[in-house]
């Protein structure tokens, strides 16, 4: 089946550790995003990729960093700097960089948790 | 970048129209409008996109007025498993200009009641 797949769905961090989130999608989309959403809050954006080798920082990037080598994949990681990681963690993507309608498609998310 | 505007949340009985209305007074002329739908501890799903008048698909419609600041998500005759967050969504994906990514705002939360 196609769609966006992460891992994992649960992950504790003790304090000080970075972690790496997974994001892999088979829709052969260009454009893939991070969000980050606290509970009961809405998707804040964290770092998005246009194309292979080259992301943005969304508008909470502070403490998180990204990599796109591969076109299907996006992975997250949390840094010991993210003072507040403990948060529910979208990955998206959409089938194009450039232009207008474009949807975009989630994955099922990850929750992380600081111990 | 458009901001838009929901209200925090609303209540229903099953069967029901719901109506969401989303205000997004700067929204740029490139810009479509989507809706998205996300029950606890999953990604949003899309429902419907527009970018004027109106538009409908096998679950929902979407009215958008001619000067496009706002729009309205209806639900016809919701059921319980209607019961979620609903996101209005405006932006383009320009990445090109710079513009950044489409953001979301806080959603409106709909509880349907039997």
């Known amino acids: 089946d196609g769609g966006i797949t992460q891992s994992p769905k649960y992950l504790f961090r003790k304090e000080g550790q970075n972690v790496t989130l997974s994001c892999e999608q088979n829709l052969n989309h260009d454009a893939m995003y991070w969000y980050r959403q606290d509970p009961g809050q809405g998707l804040r954006l964290i770092y998005y990729?246009?194309?292979?080798?080259?992301?943005q920082k969304g508008d909470i990037a502070e403490g998180y960093s990204v990599s796109r080598e591969k076109k299907e994949s996006f992975p997250l990681t949390v840094t010991s700097a993210q003072k507040n990681p403990t948060a529910f963690y979208l990955c998206?993507?959409?089938?194009?960089?450039?232009?207008?309608?474009?949807?975009?498609?989630f994955g099922e998310g990850s929750w992380l948790t600081v111990v | 970048l458009a901001k838009t505007t929901q209200p925090i949340s609303m209540d229903s009985y099953e069967g029901q129209e719901v109506n969401i209305t989303c205000s997004h007074n700067n929204i740029a002329t490139n810009d479509y409008i989507t809706w998205y739908q996300q029950f606890p501890s999953q990604g949003p799903r899309f429902i419907i996109q527009g970018y004027k008048t109106k538009v409908t698909n096998e679950v929902a419609s979407l009215f958008i007025p001619a000067d496009r600041k706002s729009s309205t998500l209806s639900l016809p005759r919701v059921s319980l498993s209607d019961t979620a967050v609903y996101y209005c969504?405006?932006?383009?994906?320009?990445f090109g200009t710079g513009r950044r990514a489409l953001t979301f705002g806080s959603g409106t939360r709909l509880q349907v009641q039997p």
């Open positions: 990729s246009q194309i292979v080798n080259d992301f």
């Open positions: 969504l405006v932006g383009s994906i320009s």
């Open positions: 998206a993507s959409s089938n194009g960089p450039q232009g207008v309608g474009n949807t975009i498609y």
